[in-house]
């Protein structure tokens, strides 16, 4: 396998557009070159199931390559040479360490669809994977079988896309979404777009739902508390913006919502074990 670049060989960006989506979560080494990935959206008719497919492909000739995620706030699926897995959401820092030659087809669903796939409440979830046979059977041990007849052969872009073809067409009979879903989907995509909403009230109002109706969907849906939705879309923009020169981080904990710099400093410390001017000494 050819060493890779860093660009991807596939359509850049979620299947929501939003540029910043490619790399604000990542908290991705510069120097690290060992790999590329090809990220894309579903087919049309699986948006409401399937936020993206990322598919990275990685050459380490030598020491292993740590990549850190501060992941979105939706259950994965996660098919390699070595393992086939379900994941709940990641509340800290999500670590996959790769080494030697490899490819994976990785599946963000939306955050409808975990409690779909797994037929109930994803709360018990929460920081757990497990293999796909464990979880869904011979149903799961299938789909990871003939994802990987598709990976055995060389991993270029019409190769991942039969990949994640068949991954599309395992999830299809999960449509349509329930009303819940529709519901859980719009109020992240409504906290993750919203600099502006800082405090759980506005998610009750926007939503005309009261807190204790809005933890038990977020619970039930997502494995989460609407607090942390909050919490993890400020980390995700203070990841984004910390990577260029700019504001000073009093400027950025205050348009960010925290109380003062040193809030914003131990949030973001205690998440992804950096502290904030470290993290953005490595793109100087």
Not at 30 to 36: H, K, M
Not at 134 to 144: H, I, K, M, S, T
Not at 219 to 229: A, H, I, M, S
Request: net charge negative; charged share 25%.
């Amino acid at each position: 396998m050819n060493k890779p670049d860093r660009s991807s060989s596939a359509v850049a960006g979620g299947g929501r557009g939003r540029p910043d989506d490619i790399e604000r979560a990542h908290l991705v080494d510069p120097a690290d070159s060992s790999y590329r990935i090809g990220r894309w959206p579903p087919t049309a008719e699986l948006t409401d199931l399937i936020r993206r497919f990322w598919v990275p492909i990685w050459s380490v000739p030598a020491d292993a390559a740590p990549q850190r995620v501060l992941q979105y706030p939706v259950c994965l699926l996660v098919i390699t040479e070595d393992y086939a897995r379900f994941y709940g959401v990641a509340t800290g820092l999500s670590e996959t360490t790769l080494t030697g030659d490899g490819w994976a087809v990785g599946v963000m669903l939306t955050p409808a669809a975990g409690a779909l796939v797994i037929g109930g409440g994803v709360h018990e979830w929460t920081d757990r994977h497990d293999e796909l046979d464990a979880v869904f059977g011979d149903r799961g041990a299938d789909l990871a079988r003939r994802v990987r007849v598709v990976m055995s052969v060389d991993a270029d872009e019409n190769t991942q896309r039969r990949a994640t073809a068949l991954v599309e067409d395992w999830l299809r009979p999960h449509l349509p979404i329930d009303a819940e879903g529709r519901l859980i989907n719009e109020i992240v995509e409504y906290v993750e777009n919203r600099s502006e909403v800082t405090a759980v009230g506005q998610i009750c109002d926007h939503f005309h739902l009261t807190e204790r109706s809005l933890q038990r969907i977020t619970r039930r849906r997502l494995g989460l508390t609407p607090k942390w939705l909050i919490q993890r879309r400020r980390l995700h923009e203070a990841a984004e913006r910390l990577r260029e020169p700019g504001d000073t981080l009093a400027v950025l904990a205050a348009e960010l919502g925290y109380a003062d710099e040193a809030h914003l400093v131990r949030d973001f410390r205690t998440v992804t074990g950096m502290t904030p001017r470290g993290f953005s000494a490595r793109f100087d």
